[in-house]
C-alpha cells in the first residue's frame, strides 16, 4: 500500500518570501506524484504532476517540485509568495499500474501574511 | 469549470435519511472515482468505476453504494445517514490526469 506524509500541517510565511512545503511517500512499487491546491469552498486544482523524465517539474502559479527517488520525496517550492497562495495543499500518489487510485497525504495549510 | 459536474453542490438532510449524489466524468474520461474529504480522515478514497465497472474499493462504509450508468455518469448513494457522514464527496475523471468536480457539501443534522 501507498501512503503520503506531509510533514507540516501549517505553514505561515509572509508576502514575497519562498516556501517550501514537504511531502514524503512510502511505496513499494512505481508511483505518479501530484500536488493539488484546495482554496476556500472550492475543489481540488491540480499544480503540478510527476510521471516520469525530468525530475524537477514545473506547474502553474509559480510552483514546482523536485522528485527524489532516493529520499522518496516530492517537496513543492515557491521562491517568491502571494496572498492569493493562501490555500490548502495537498501532495499525492497513484501506482503506475493497476486501479491507480489517489492516495493523498494529511494536507497543509499555506498562510501568507502581508 | 474543470469539466467534471457534481450536483447537488449542497446538501442539508437529517440522520437516518438517504441522499444520492451525482456525477458527471469530463467528456471522454471512462473513469470515476468518489473522495470524501472530512476535517478529521482527510481525503479518502471511497471507490473507483471503469466504464460501468468496479475496479476498486476504499475505506467505503457498508450504508455506501456507487454504480456507474451507460452514459458514464455516476451516482453515490449514502444511507442510514449519521451525523460523522457530514463532509465533502468529491469525485474525480481520469484520462492522463485527475480532474475533480467541485464537490458536494453534505451536511447531516
Known amino acids: 500500500a501507498q501512503s503520503v506524509t506531509q510533514l507540516d500541517s501549517q505553514v505561515p510565511v509572509f508576502e514575497e518570501a519562498p516556501v517550501e512545503l514537504r511531502c514524503n511517500y512510502s511505496?513499494?512499487?512505481?508511483?505518479?506524484l501530484f500536488w493539488y491546491v484546495q482554496y476556500p469552498n472550492q475543489g481540488l486544482q491540480l499544480l503540478l504532476k510527476?510521471?516520469?523524465?525530468?525530475?524537477l517539474v514545473k506547474g502553474i502559479n509559480g510552483f514546482e517540485a523536485e522528485f527524489n527517488k532516493s529520499q522518496t520525496s516530492f517537496h513543492l517550492r515557491k521562491p517568491s509568495v502571494h496572498i492569493s497562495d493562501t490555500a490548502e495543499y495537498f501532495c499525492?500518489?497513484?501506482?503506475?499500474?493497476?486501479?491507480?487510485?489517489?492516495?493523498f497525504g494529511q494536507g497543509t495549510r499555506l498562510t501568507i501574511n502581508p | 469549470d474543470s469539466g467534471v459536474t457534481q450536483t447537488p453542490k449542497h446538501l442539508i438532510t437529517a440522520t437516518g435519511q438517504r441522499v444520492t449524489l451525482r456525477c458527471s466524468p469530463r467528456?471522454?474520461?471512462?473513469?470515476v472515482y468518489w473522495y470524501q474529504q472530512s476535517l478529521d480522515q482527510g481525503l479518502q478514497f471511497l471507490i473507483h468505476?471503469?466504464?460501468?465497472?468496479?475496479?476498486a474499493k476504499g475505506n467505503i462504509l457498508e450504508r455506501f453504494s456507487a454504480q456507474q450508468f451507460p452514459d458514464l455518469h455516476s451516482e453515490l448513494n449514502l444511507s442510514s445517514l449519521e451525523l460523522g457522514d457530514s463532509a465533502l464527496y468529491f469525485c474525480?475523471?481520469?484520462?492522463?490526469?485527475?480532474?475533480f468536480g467541485s464537490g458536494t457539501r453534505l451536511t447531516v443534522v
Open positions: 474525480a475523471s481520469r484520462n492522463y490526469g485527475y480532474t
Open positions: 510527476y510521471l516520469s523524465g525530468s525530475t
Open positions: 511505496s513499494s512499487v512505481s508511483v505518479y
Open positions: 499525492a500518489v497513484s501506482v503506475i499500474q493497476g486501479a491507480q487510485k489517489l492516495v
Open positions: 468505476y471503469y466504464n460501468g465497472e468496479e475496479r
Open positions: 467528456s471522454g474520461d471512462l473513469s
